[in-house]
């Protein structure tokens, strides 16, 4: 079990990109959850198999979208860290 935090950086808010990101957690059996940060940016917390979250990281960073990913993400950071034993499902917050 590993995890992710991913800091998204574009015009991610508002546009329904929690939703995806949480639809496509949830396909890929990752937990965690997307919030907005008062920045603008997406922060999104991804923990399960390595492959699923990387995955996760893949999909959300892929120009052009094969999902129909909302918005336009200009760039990402990810910061691999220590699993979280108080993660449930996958949360919009």
């Not at 129909?68 to 917050?93: C, K, M, N």
Request: net charge positive; glycine share 10%.
């Amino acid at each position: 079990m590993d995890k992710a935090t991913i800091w998204v950086h574009g015009r991610v808010q508002g546009v329904g990109f929690r939703w995806w990101t949480r639809s496509r957690a949830l396909e890929l059996g990752v937990i965690g959850y997307a919030r907005n940060l008062t920045d603008g940016r997406v922060e999104v917390c991804a923990q399960g198999e390595r492959s699923a979250v990387e995955a996760l990281e893949s999909l959300i960073t892929e120009f052009p979208s094969t999902t129909r990913r909302p918005g336009r993400v200009a760039s990402v950071t990810t910061q691999w860290g220590t699993p979280r034993t108080d993660l449930q499902g996958f949360e919009e917050r």
